[in-house]
């Protein structure tokens, strides 16, 4: 049974910092890995969508990397700000069953 | 807007009701999928929809709970005799359909059952 973990639970940086996320599954038969954004009492918002071939995408202030084999993806985020607060989730699309899983994110504050 | 919509946006009921919840996706999306939320957890999935056949739907979905997309466009996930346990924030998504491509959410329904 595949289990997304995201470490730490929660995270407060002072702003300006650059700062990693990090996010491990038990299973490595993913078709992809996507790093979500939520606000609190609202819905997600897709950051980035790593495909199982692919080792890294970036947009913006934002990397996120994948190493499949080792069951692991790290989402970084350059120069933070204040607006960067909110809880980062991290999902896998499994190869064996047609689903999503999720961990259970990271709270992230970013101090002004 | 052309976003997924969800309706409504919050939901208060009684114990032993029936409730239910509307999602729009985004309209060349031809796969949407239920998940389910509750406080300090990450999205549960629920179900998902290819056009109009539902091709999946988790353990968590009890007899209690049914979900539609009866014209391949928008779905409606329904309780019956809703339970305090089922208090959450229930999200929609939707994406086009190829299993890799990127999943567009909605801004959810907040269920209280009271």
């Known amino acids: 049974k595949q289990e997304v973990t995201q470490i730490p639970a929660a995270l407060s940086v002072p702003e300006g910092e650059n700062l990693v996320l990090n996010c491990s599954f038990t299973?490595?038969?993913?078709?992809?890995l996507q790093w979500f954004r939520q606000d609190p009492g609202k819905g997600l918002t897709s950051l980035l969508l790593?495909?199982?071939?692919?080792r890294e995408q970036t947009s913006g202030r934002l990397n996120a990397s994948l190493d499949k084999s080792s069951g692991r993806s790290t989402l970084y985020i350059a120069a933070s700000q204040p607006g960067d607060s909110a809880t980062y989730l991290c999902?896998?699309?499994?190869?064996?069953?047609?689903?999503?899983?999720f961990g259970k994110g990271t709270r992230l504050h970013i101090l002004p | 807007d052309t976003g997924v919509s969800q309706n409504p946006r919050h939901k208060i009921t009684k114990r032993g009701q029936n409730v239910t919840f509307r999602c729009d996706p985004i309209?060349?999306?031809?796969?949407l999928y239920w998940y389910r939320q509750t406080l300090g957890q990450g999205p549960e999935f629920l179900t998902y929809?290819?056009?109009?056949?539902?091709?999946?739907k988790s353990r968590l979905l009890s007899d209690r709970f049914s979900a539609e997309r009866p014209k391949g466009s928008f779905s409606t996930l329904e309780i019956q005799r809703t339970e305090q346990g089922d208090s959450a924030m229930y999200l929609c998504?939707?994406?086009?359909?190829?299993?890799?491509?990127?999943?567009?959410f909605g801004p959810g329904t907040r269920l209280t059952v009271t």
């Open positions: 790593i495909q199982s071939s692919q």
């Open positions: 309209s060349e999306h031809n796969r």
């Open positions: 998504a939707s994406s086009f359909s190829i299993r890799t491509d990127e999943q567009y």
């Open positions: 999902a896998v699309n499994e190869l064996r069953d047609d689903k999503i899983i």
């Open positions: 929809f290819q056009n109009e056949a539902q091709l999946e």
């Open positions: 299973d490595s038969a993913i078709y992809n």
